[in-house]
């Protein structure tokens, strides 16, 4: 083991490592939903990115990426999304569920 | 050429970096928004410069989604603060009365 | 030839990079937010334009040359519309006709 | 030299702009932020050569996810919260950056030789007769998980039904942010859609031998289509309309149909015979890229808000 090549993928690595932490860290001290899930995405992005640094340093045969791990990004981030889709959902019916629990008078 | 490109994309994105710093701060939505709309312009004009530069054809493609997407986004950012303008004026014209 | 087409794009990408330098000094010196928004989509969808105009010669098929006008065509629109809602916005009297 | 220089910017302002997300107070503007961070991560994707992941990034990153994020802030009150004790904060801060720390030490050092299905994808390509290497992995190697993967998208959206309140059953989902018909969306809506449809298909076409593909292809139509409903141009569709249905589920039952029939044909689950297997997977590529489309459209849109019968 020795150390890596300053290179791009070493560069977007450390960014997929630096991303993942402050995605960690919206996702304890936010408070709202939204928020959290925002900060949730933020880390995905990151752990993609290691993924995609994963890819770099595998090229060879004539690809420019091993597509293996590109091919598992792109699976990635689609269910990232069905499950910010979903989490949306559930956030919006929590609150429509409060609101009706609060203001049983008023509205 | 290849080289002279890449010097551009990097001026470019520079360009738009600044920019970008400049709207993020504010002070208003509307200013905030503008950020989308100017990695829109910005970040697809880095990328056809890259793609030409390298002869990439999948770059332009991605140009091409990204351009599309930005649009997308940016006109559903501004849709949603005339939304959030539309309810905060209801709500200061007459709670409880039905607007016209 | 070539000369002449390598002098016509190396003067737009220049002027389209000048373009997107004005539309961030607008961004950076304009008052408020209805100038700056008029300085970003101004000037660097023009700056936008102007790049790809000077790649248009350098981008070797018709379908490349097709999708990169088709790309500014997409942001002129965007830029248009978006600056379209937001005036609105900015109205006194809200939404007017 | 030149490329280190635009590197270093781009990571530089994927990092600045998460920072910024992170820290701002308000939920617009962290969704501007987050929109921004998907258009960013567009151009570091390119920089790493992965053009698909890319265009992926480029359609669902910013894009959709950031209008769903949308709908969420018009819909749900903003929340004022107290803000976090510094101590906490800070350590909370450090264990993060341990965390970091740690990745970052993991890319540092790296294995040697890096680890590496280049080749295999390579020499098992041509059996596919698709020319794009990411294509021939998730239609081929890794068939299962794409076939799961479109179920997953389906079953997210079930969940999503599944909240609907019990008098809204079976009527039609909102627009995922309402707006009047007004100004300029309605015009704005009649230019870009097309250009947009023709744009979907022309990725998903392309997708077998370059960059590309149904999941990128679908998501464009999917944002066209939610465009459409924000401007005022047409409805989502009652929720328990069969032919809605049937759409959304296409795409997996012909799937699972070329899956079952390469069993006696090809001698296992999901295996095409050699000389059909590029029709067969521009056949399921079809059926699929129709029903992501339609799944992520109404994803996007939400569970029924109006009982059936009740909208305008």
């Known amino acids: 083991m020795s150390l890596a090549p300053i290179d791009a993928a070493t560069l977007y690595g450390l960014t997929g490592a630096v991303l993942v932490g402050i995605g960690l860290y919206g996702i304890v001290l936010h408070e709202g939903f939204i928020r959290r899930l925002l900060a949730f995405n933020l880390l995905g992005g990151g752990v993609f990115l290691l993924f995609g640094v994963i890819a770099r340093r595998g090229a060879g045969a004539g690809f420019s990426g091993d597509p293996v791990p590109q091919a598992l990004v792109i699976t990635g981030v689609v269910v990232a999304f069905c499950a910010t889709a979903l989490a949306i959902t559930l956030i919006e019916r929590l609150a429509a569920e409060d609101d009706a629990n609060d203001g049983d008078g008023s509205s | 050429m290849v080289d002279t490109l890449t010097v551009s994309a990097v001026i470019v994105l520079a360009i738009v970096a600044v920019g970008l710093v400049r709207v993020l701060r504010g002070p208003s939505r509307i200013d905030r928004m503008m950020a989308v709309q100017l990695l829109g312009s910005g970040g697809v004009a880095v990328l056809v410069l890259l793609a ?4 990439t054809e999948a770059l332009v493609d991605a140009a091409l989604t990204l351009a599309l997407l930005a649009a997308f986004a940016s006109i559903a950012l501004a849709t949603t603060l005339v939304q959030k303008a539309d309810l905060a004026a209801k709500a200061d014209r007459a709670p409880g009365k039905p607007e016209s | 030839m070539t000369t002449i087409v390598t002098l016509f794009s190396a003067v737009a990408i220049c002027a389209g990079i000048i373009f997107f330098l004005a539309g961030t000094v607008g961004l950076l010196r304009f008052p408020d937010s209805l100038t700056r928004l ?39 629109l965007a830029g248009a519309t978006a600056a379209q809602l937001i005036a609105r916005l900015a109205r006194p009297s809200g939404r007017g006709k | 030299m030149l490329d280190l220089a635009l590197d270093l910017l781009i990571t530089a302002l994927v990092i600045g702009v998460a920072l910024w997300t992170i820290r ?11 929109v921004a961070y998907g258009l960013l991560l567009t151009l570091a994707w390119a920089r790493l050569a992965a053009y698909d992941v890319a265009l992926t990034e480029a359609a669902i990153g910013g894009g959709v996810t950031g209008v769903i994020l949308l709908r969420a802030s018009v819909r749900l ?82 969940g999503a039904w599944s909240l609907t309140p019990d008098r809204a059953w079976g009527g039609r989902p909102g627009a995922p942010i309402p707006t009047a018909s007004f100004g300029p969306l309605p015009l704005f809506g009649r ?3 097309p250009i947009g449809v023709v744009i979907g298909i022309y990725i998903v076409w392309v997708g077998a031998d370059a960059p590309g593909g149904k999941f990128q292809g679908a998501t464009i139509l999917a944002a066209m289509w939610i465009l459409a409903m924000m401007a005022g141009l047409t409805e989502a569709p009652p929720i328990g309309r069969w032919r809605l249905r049937l759409l959304l589920a296409a795409g997996p039952i012909v799937f699972v149909a070329v899956g079952v029939a390469g069993i006696p044909l090809a001698g296992s689950f999901l295996a095409y015979p050699e000389a059909l297997a590029k029709p067969l997977i521009l056949l399921i590529e079809v059926a699929l890229t129709l029903s992501i489309a339609a799944t992520l459209g109404l994803l996007v849109a939400g569970p029924p808000e109006t009982a059936p019968g009740t909208e305008l």
């Open chain 2, 52 to 55: 030409v530069g390298s002869g």
């Open chain 3, 38 to 76: 008029h300085a970003l989509t101004k000037a660097d969808n023009l700056g936008l334009g102007l790049i790809i105009l000077g790649l248009l010669p350098l981008s070797g098929s018709f379908s490349t040359a097709l999708k990169l006008v088709l790309i500014w065509a997409l942001v002129q």
């Open chain 4, 24 to 34: 701002t107070r308000d939920d617009f503007a962290a969704i501007v932020g987050f």
């Open chain 4, 77 to 158: 009150k903003p929340v004022t919260t107290a803000r976090t004790p510094i101590g906490v904060r800070v350590l909370v801060g450090l264990l993060c950056a341990v965390i970091s720390a740690g990745l970052a030490a993991v890319v540092l050092l790296p294995v040697s030789p890096p680890p590496s299905l280049a080749a295999d994808v390579r020499s098992h390509l041509a059996s596919t007769g698709l020319g794009n290497p990411i294509a021939g992995v998730l239609m081929a190697y890794r068939a299962l998980d794409t076939f799961l993967e479109t179920v997953v998208v389906l079953l997210a959206l079930f």
């Open chain 4, 191 to 193: 230019l870009l859609i």
